[in-house]
């Protein structure tokens, strides 16, 4: 989520060579357009026991989910039309983590493509820019706000087989366990005028999926404030889910997953806006993430952050620790226009104790979460010097960290405890106490516009 319009980012330079997938037998390896990805440098930056290894290189990466089909590992991996990117769902084979390779892309150049896997079918959701493009003449509908539904059983040719349209766009949507059900949440900030009575508040929409060439919406459950969900996560069973609604978290009672209701809800004044609810894989916490301000300008580093609440201590849980991103580490981040963000943004849980989270400018983290009470201890982290990362999340091994950015695309970091500081900078960029590039500079622990400051040898590396 990002509730500002994207900033502008300045990548490095990049190469202009297209990656091919990969190749099977003898039949030639397939090219795919320069927006879908080319072969990028490895990330310029600092951090600890977090190295980089592989980059694929585009614009507007936001959200990534994964999968495995016959045997091979796939990230599912979303752009998105604002800021210089082209909206694209890419399915990048990552059975070798280090060496990712582009193997399928379906054009849908849209906002913000959030992505849910279930089995062979990505949900995919549309929350703004709509126009025609292929995901939508394939799925044979007329382009809208919505929900496409993406077949990834041939991960080389994704392709769109049924949409259903949402009012008010699709900014996240989250599978039911049981796979008949679609929740959607569009993240609306404030009512529309003009709309019917009893429209004014937020919402969140559920959507029959068992036929995805018929997909269809089947109940709409009002929330209290006005202001929409932003994310939903059900626990394992399915009974109970949770809301991450900007101004509050919801716990949901899904006894019945076509109808479900409000049980609880938290409100925390500690936490400016509730971006995601996450329970932990055993059931007994729930991480909740803080976007402060929603990804505008905040001024400060060490905000936002991870809530944590006890959901064994009765029906309303109970906060019993908070993850604050460390200033030390990210002090100096900063997006490319001048403003400075740094706060939590998409969390996951990783293989074997742990989760991770993207802080955009800040980079990417590894947090220990098998002691969650008090402060979390941070284990790994990497911030490059041009980063705006939307989402960092590992699967089947803890050895690698995959991340999408904004700036940067598809990022693959190499989690190596012991390690120790790392530094990826150029001999100049060390020399000057270079920790941020793009229209302002941090070096030398001061700001400097270019060109104003900023030698020109910075800019040949």
């Not at 796979?179 to 959507?207: C, M």
């Amino acid at each position: 989520m990002r509730l500002r319009p994207m900033l502008p980012t300045v990548l490095a330079a990049l190469l202009a060579v297209p990656l091919a997938a990969h190749a099977t037998g003898s039949s030639p390896a397939p090219t795919f357009p320069a927006a879908a990805g080319v072969a990028g440098a490895l990330a310029e930056g600092t951090g600890t026991d977090l190295r980089p290894v592989a980059n694929i290189a585009y614009k507007g990466g936001t959200d990534m989910e994964f999968v495995t089909i016959k045997g091979r590992h796939y990230a599912v991996v979303p752009s998105e039309r604002s800021g210089g990117g082209t909206g694209m769902l890419r399915m990048i084979d990552i059975t070798n983590p280090a060496k990712p390779r582009l193997a399928g892309v379906l054009s849908c150049n849209v906002t913000q493509n959030d992505v849910q896997v279930h089995g062979t079918t990505v949900f995919m959701g549309v929350d703004g820019g709509v126009r025609d493009d292929e995901c939508f003449q394939q799925a044979g509908a007329r382009p809208a706000l919505g929900v496409v539904a993406v077949d990834i059983s041939n991960p080389a040719k994704p392709r769109g087989v049924g949409f259903v349209p949402i009012k008010y766009g699709a900014h996240n949507t989250t599978v039911h366990p049981n796979g008949k059900y679609l929740y959607v949440s569009d993240s609306e900030l404030t009512p529309k005028q003009n709309d019917a009575p009893g429209s004014q508040l937020g919402r969140i929409n559920v959507v029959d999926v068992r036929n995805l060439k018929k997909m269809k919406e089947i109940y709409t459950l009002p929330l209290p404030t006005g202001l929409s969900s932003h994310d939903i996560t059900f626990n394992k069973k399915g009974d109970t889910a949770y809301s991450a609604a900007i101004t509050q978290t919801l716990v949901l009672d899904m006894e019945n997953p076509a109808k479900p209701t409000i049980a609880h809800t938290i409100i925390d004044p500690a936490v400016n806006i509730s971006h995601g609810a996450d329970p932990t894989p055993d059931g007994k916490y729930l991480l909740v993430t803080d976007e402060q301000v929603g990804a505008a300008a905040n001024g400060v580093c060490n905000v936002g952050g991870v809530h944590v609440y006890d959901l064994t201590t009765g029906p309303v849980p109970v906060k019993v620790g908070y993850y604050p991103f460390n200033p030390a580490n990210s002090l100096t981040a900063t997006t490319n226009s001048q403003v400075l963000t740094c706060t939590a943004h998409v969390l996951d849980y990783g293989p074997a104790g742990t989760f991770s989270n993207a802080g955009y400018a800040a980079g990417v983290r590894i947090v220990d979460a098998s002691a969650l009470i008090g402060t979390p201890k941070e284990l790994a982290s990497f911030t490059a010097l041009d980063a705006d990362t939307w989402s960092a999340k590992q699967y089947k091994s803890k050895k690698y960290l995959f991340a999408n950015d904004l700036a940067r695309g598809f990022d693959v970091f190499e989690w190596v405890p012991g390690l120790g500081a790392v530094d990826t900078r150029t001999s100049t960029h060390k020399r000057f106490g270079v920790q941020r590039l793009g229209t302002t500079m941090f070096m030398n622990g001061a700001w400097c516009a270019e060109p104003q400051g900023a030698p020109k040898s910075l800019h040949a590396h």
